[in-house]
Each structure stands twice: as structure tokens, then as C-alpha cells.
């Protein structure tokens, strides 16, 4: 069966709204953890427009799954990871102007920078993935450049709106799932997934694990955490059925 690793980024979207202290995404990180996800992920921004340092430490102190660290490959960030030592880091493209992460690293353009960025969280014994879009040479690219995972992003295949997108992007995700695994690299997914564009996806047993944020949280502000998160692993077990 494939995993389950939740961002909390949008409970502190809701909070930095007002500036305040709640909702906090560290309370929000502990109820998916005791719904049954496997790890928590959050991206700390340059703008720092939803999560803070301060829950980034938080939660290194007290997950008990894994803490994913979503970041732009710089070497702020890259200071910052070393210092908390996640379970995996994730490096991620970051415009400033952008809603969300709106499209895979560019691996094949930035492979030097990224291959000694890679190495550096290495020496501390930090996995890396990088998220790219379904495309076998980012894929191959991540390979040469260190990488230990990549995530593929399920952005276009997630707003496809006709069967013959929806099944031609399925297939690009298939694809590149499969050179992934054929050159040894661990795979995740995520963007834009939801509780119905998830289902033909797991098929793909390539995929280890999905990492999904917005539509968990947007269905916990009517539901409850706990069971937005319940709804999502059961669909995900059934996919392993
Ligand atoms: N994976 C990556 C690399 C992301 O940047 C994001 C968005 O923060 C997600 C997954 C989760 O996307 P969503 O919030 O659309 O589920």
C-alpha cells in the first residue's frame, strides 16, 4: 500500500491571515499523525507566507512519523535544513509571485547547482528528492545528479479536464514512474490531488508515497482533521486491495 504524508502548509496559510497563533499547524501535524498518516510535510518559503521557522523546529521535536522539508535549493535554506535534519528534504522551484509550487525543478538546467546541493545535505545523511514534472530526461537527470527520490508532479494531470487529458497525462505520470524505478530511484507524487483524481493513480505500484496538502485541509475545515485524513488512507488502501 502505497503512503500517505500530509502538508500542513494551509492551516498556516489560515493563521498567517491574521497574524496570529491559530490555527496551528503543529496541532494540525499531530492529529494526522494520530488519524494514521506517515509523515508530515511542509515548505518553508523565502517569503515565509505560511510556515514559520518556529514550526519547522516544533515539529522536528515532536513528529513521531517523518518530517518532509519542502524547499527552494538555496543556500539559506540549505543551512536551515542542516540544521534541523529532516527525514527527506524535497527541493522545489520558488517564484515568489506564484499561488503554489506551479511546476517540476528544472533539473537539466540547474544539475550542477542541484548535484552540489544534493551532496551537501548528503554529509548529514539527508535523503533527497526532487519534484519534477512526468518527464523521463528530469527524471534521468535527477539520477546523475544524486538524487535518492523524485517526486512527480501531479499538477497538469490534476486540472486535465477531458478523458483524452486526463489519460494522456495518467500515462506521461506512468512513464516517468516506471524510468524512476527502472534507475533505482524511490518515487512519490503529489499536487493538486484530491479524493477522486487519486484513484487511477494507484495503479501505478511504483508510487511510494503521496503527498497531498490542500484538498486534505480544505475537507478538515468541514470535517475535522482526523477524519479527512481517515477518508484519504482508506482510499489508498483500497487502491491496494
Ligand atoms: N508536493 C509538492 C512538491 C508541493 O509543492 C505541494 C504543494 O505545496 C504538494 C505536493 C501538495 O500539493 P497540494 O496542496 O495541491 O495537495
Redesign the pocket.
Known sequence: MAKLSV?V??IATLRQARRGIEPDPVYAAVMAELAGCDGI?V?LREDRRHIQFRDLELLRKILKTRLNL?MAATPGMIKIALSIIPDLA?F?PEKRQEL??EGGLDVIAHQRKIAYAIKTLHRKAIPVSL?VNPDVHQVETAKACGADFV?I?T?IY?EARTENAIAREWKRIAQAVDKAAHLGLRV?A?????YQNIKPLLELKGIEEF???????ARAVLTGMDQAVRDMISIIKSGAE
Open positions: 502538508n502548509d494551509h510535510i515548505h519542502e524535497t522545489v503554489t509550487t519534484f517526486e508532479h499538477g490534476s512519490n503529489g499536487h493538486g490531488l484530491n503527498s497531498i496538502g490542500h484538498s486534505i485541509i
